[in-house]
């Protein structure tokens, strides 16, 4: 029932931009805090960006710190992942986590940095 679903994934250039988007059905997202994961290929999961519940406080991971920028509207439940200045590293699939009681993780969406 509970169900997260990424979008906004896409081929973008180094240096440009790309936001991506998560909505959420089947729990009130407003009561946990949410996170963007990625795992580029060859390479293990890794934590991108968290906020609070209230989306009153967020953190970074160093490598996309100053760059990224996650916010949520709780009414829309949805969060966003803005990403600015790429990077080709920064390609990977990346996931949306509410973090309940248990994970709940979407399906992911990919983002490529290329020329």
């Known amino acids: 029932q509970v169900q997260l679903v990424e979008s906004g994934g896409a081929v973008g250039q180094p240096g440009g931009a790309l936001t991506l988007a998560c909505t959420v059905s089947?729990?009130?997202?407003?009561?946990?805090?949410m996170s963007w994961y990625r795992q580029a290929p060859g390479k293990e999961r890794e934590p991108v960006a968290s906020i609070t519940s209230t989306g009153g406080n967020a953190n970074y991971a160093d490598f996309v710190q100053g760059r990224f920028r996650i916010s949520r509207d709780n009414a829309k439940n949805t969060v966003r992942l803005q990403m600015n200045s790429l990077k080709p590293d920064d390609t990977a699939v990346y996931y949306c986590v509410l973090r309940g009681p248990s994970d709940y993780w979407g399906q992911g969406t990919q983002v490529t940095v290329s020329s």
């Open positions: 089947g729990i009130t997202a407003s009561r946990y805090a």
